[in-house]
């Protein structure tokens, strides 16, 4: 009989490509109607799909706030949330920058894209907050928790607990929370195609208060060494702003982790000696017949 190895379950590169490949459409294709749901709610005059989106955030409550849940379960919502805020806060900035490219946005529209953001921005986080207190109550879940949950990506972060592994704590991070890089990327670059294609259509038209005005002068222009001097300086800065942003983040791991860490070892130090004293037993006490008999 043929007996399969491991290298005969291992899927060629070419079809794990495919795969990927599929799986990125898809979700890009996903991510771009709610980009559109998202953009159409928040420029509309009218405030009810606003309302509907707003209440989809509180429908969720329902669905989820009378399940069985344990502290493994409640870590997926946890880390599901988190890619859900950044993706939110992501998005509407997306939006931003679109509108903003399109020209013609005056300092009240601008106030006002704010207010709506805020609003958006703060029925999450109450629905959010509201699902999580049930959760956390009628599971019988302390909120000490989540400061457990803290310690374990802050652990990530800072590489605890993978040593020896050949892979970047970064990644150990996203990978933990299960945020889909690759979609967000596409959806971003497409975003920001169409912004600088609506930058260069109004400079055609004379709009010369454009925020993007001296961008669009260099290719309209035809200077592209000089365009591509600045692409290459905009990507140098944006790589050193995610260098320094790590940097941060590690140190404030790795202060968060020594602060907690070393008062929860010196708590169950402190407590391993005292189980330990209380369960020697002290010598048994001669009775006095006992005494009688000795002399």
């Known amino acids: 009989m043929h007996s399969y190895s491991h290298t005969d379950l291992t899927i060629p590169h070419h079809l794990q490509f495919i795969v990927v490949g599929v799986y990125v459409i898809i979700h890009s294709l996903f991510l771009f109607v709610h980009v559109a749901t998202l953009s159409v709610a928040v420029n509309s005059a009218d405030n009810a799909l606003l309302t509907l989106l707003i209440s989809g955030n509180f429908a969720e409550i329902k669905s989820t706030v009378f399940k069985k849940y344990n502290k493994q379960n409640l870590f997926k919502i946890t880390t599901s949330d988190i890619c859900e805020r950044f993706k939110l806060g992501l998005f509407l900035l997306l939006i931003l920058f679109l509108n903003r490219f399109q020209g013609e946005m005056t300092t009240s529209m601008v106030h006002d894209y704010y207010s709506m953001c805020g609003i958006v921005f703060a029925a999450e986080l109450i629905s ?93 222009d035809g200077n592209r060494w000089k365009f591509y001097t600045g692409l290459m300086q905009g990507m140098a800065a944006l790589v050193l702003f995610k260098i320094v942003l790590g940097i941060c983040i590690r140190i404030v791991a790795r202060h968060y982790l020594g602060g907690p860490i070393s008062n929860r070892i010196s708590k169950s130090s402190s407590q391993s000696t005292s189980r330990k004293s209380s369960s020697v037993k002290s010598p048994p006490k001669e009775s006095s017949s006992d005494n009688k008999k000795k002399q």
């Open 128 to 220: 959010d907050w509201i699902k999580h207190s049930f959760i956390t109550k009628f599971n019988l879940i302390k909120s000490s928790i989540y400061f457990d949950y803290a310690l374990i990506l802050s652990g990530d972060v800072t590489g605890i607990g993978h040593e020896g592994l050949n892979l970047d704590y970064t990644h150990a991070a996203v990978k933990r929370l299960g945020l889909a890089q690759i979609p967000l990327v596409c959806v971003t670059a497409r975003y920001l195609h169409e912004a600088v294609r609506f930058a260069i259509a109004f400079q055609g038209n004379g709009d010369v208060d454009h925020p993007v005005a001296a961008l669009v002068d260099l290719v309209a």
